[in-house]
């Protein structure tokens, strides 16, 4: 479990932040201005045929195959461990396995199959919410051992959940494609607002996943270590 867990708290927030680094290098080599969070979608930033974009991608998924491999920190744990929490680190594998590799699928269907981008979006969404309501109960399973710290992480993780389902239940995505219009007559402009609502949204969703997996290998390595 030590290996999993130094594995899972370093190396997802290293390859997440090589992702985004490279990432911005191929888009500002290709597209010749800066990559916006706030207009643009993640599939715009890695689809750019730069080199750069490629090892962005790599990252991208190295980072999400070890955001799945911390779900399985629970099977790694003590019998003692084991037998308060019981199958509740089913549910946990499938779900923080699930909602990873939709978050690939996002960066790989784009605008040319938009209702099945919005499907995985949605998707991703719940697969996130399930997986953070799972957590906190875990965690709260495990005040055995910690009444203080595993209550914390518990809330903390029921509230990353309500976040997210804040995200995919925001009534404004009805309308995401609302362009702004800059200007009047012949030489009126259309352009994406800022925020532009889905897109952000599937970076918010990015960014929850990562700080979840990284705060429940953390809280668990913490609580279940030398039991």
């Given at each position: 479990m030590n290996v999993l867990f130094i594995f899972c708290v370093i190396l997802i927030p290293v390859f997440a932040l090589f992702s985004v680094l490279t990432m911005n290098q191929g888009y500002n080599a290709m597209v010749r201005r800066r990559f916006d969070y706030l207009t643009e979608f993640p599939f715009?930033?890695?689809?750019?045929?730069?080199?750069?974009?490629?090892?962005?991608?790599?990252?991208?998924?190295?980072?999400?195959?070890?955001?799945?491999?911390?779900?399985?920190?629970?099977?790694?744990?003590?019998?003692?461990?084991?037998?308060?929490?019981?199958?509740?680190?089913?549910?946990?594998?499938?779900?923080?396995?699930l909602f990873p590799l939709s978050l690939i699928g996002l960066l790989f269907v784009g605008a040319d199959k938009m209702k099945a981008h919005l499907g995985i979006f949605i998707g991703a969404?719940?697969?996130?919410?399930?997986?953070?309501?799972?957590?906190?109960?875990?965690?709260?399973?495990?005040?055995?051992?910690?009444?203080?710290?595993?209550?914390?992480?518990?809330?903390?993780?029921?509230?990353?959940?309500v976040l997210g389902g804040m995200v995919m239940l925001n009534p404004k995505l009805a309308s995401w494609g609302k362009l702004k219009k800059i200007g009047e007559g012949p030489n009126a402009l259309y352009v994406r607002p800022r925020p532009f609502l889905l897109p952000f949204s599937e970076w918010i969703i990015i960014g929850l996943g990562v700080l979840t997996t990284i705060l429940f290998s953390a809280g668990f390595y913490f609580l279940a270590s030398g039991i």
């Open positions: 715009e930033g890695y689809q750019t045929r730069h080199f750069d974009s490629h090892l962005a991608i790599g990252f991208f998924i190295a980072m999400t195959l070890m955001m799945a491999a911390s779900s399985y920190l629970p099977s790694l744990a003590s019998a003692t461990v084991k037998g308060f929490i019981g199958s509740r680190p089913a549910l946990i594998g499938v779900m923080g396995t969404n719940g697969l996130f919410a399930i997986y953070a309501v799972s957590c906190g109960f875990l965690f709260l399973d495990m005040r055995q051992f910690n009444d203080t710290l595993g209550l914390t992480f518990a809330i903390i993780f029921f509230v990353l959940a």
